[in-house]
């Protein structure tokens, strides 16, 4: 494998693993730990690579950030997957996530973090490919996070009119960590069930 080769498909993984957040060209640069040169090479052949053949992804570029999206012409398909959310189940994971999403709301993926513990991206971009959370906004303050929101699949979904059909928090919502995560979960498995986990 030459060194060309090796970068593009650090380039790939690294937009992968991003998500919908994207990575700039510097960014990559320092992940990849090489030089702007070597990663613009690497991402030109990656668009070669995805034009060509059947590929269902495509590389995007938006105010210079880079992400891996899937091609417009599959949208009919994934539309119809989003509109069966019982098609596949959520994990334990992902019910975690939403129901922090949906009382603390707009949240970025970051403060999602502080409250379970551990990394959430996976989760977090499960449930915007399912349609039951979008992005809402950006932060204020540097880096401009992503905030999240639920969307109204999610009302159809878990079967309520408004947010604040919601089942209410009991006054003890102020604890934070593990507490707080476990109060989100008990409020919400005890009014939606569990049968959603999955594995």
Do not use: C, W
Not at 61 to 77: I, N, Y
Not at 79 to 99: D, F, G, I, M, Y
């Amino acid at each position: 494998m030459n060194n060309e080769t090796r970068i593009t498909g650090l380039v790939e993984s690294l937009l992968f693993v991003a998500g919908e957040d994207g990575l700039t060209a510097r960014q990559l640069a320092e992940a990849t730990e090489t030089d702007l040169e070597a990663v613009q090479r690497g991402l030109v052949l990656l668009e070669k690579e995805y034009g060509s053949g059947g590929r269902g992804i495509m590389l995007a570029e938006l105010a210079g950030t880079f992400r891996l999206v899937t091609k417009p012409e599959h949208s009919d398909a994934i539309r119809r997957l989003l509109e069966n959310p019982t098609a596949q189940s959520l994990t334990q994971a992902s019910l975690e996530v939403l129901a922090i999403i949906a009382y603390r709301q707009p949240i970025t993926r970051v403060e999602v973090e502080e409250i379970r513990g551990v990394k959430s991206e996976r989760p977090v971009q499960t449930l915007v490919s399912r349609g039951l959370v979008r992005e809402t906004g950006r932060a204020e303050g540097t880096g401009r996070a992503i905030l999240y929101g639920t969307t109204d699949a999610f009302l159809d979904h878990f079967g309520l009119a408004a947010l604040e059909d919601l089942p209410k928090l009991s006054e003890s919502d102020t604890e934070e960590g593990e507490e707080e995560l476990d109060l989100f979960m008990t409020s919400f498995t005890e009014t939606f069930g569990t049968d959603e986990a999955g594995e």
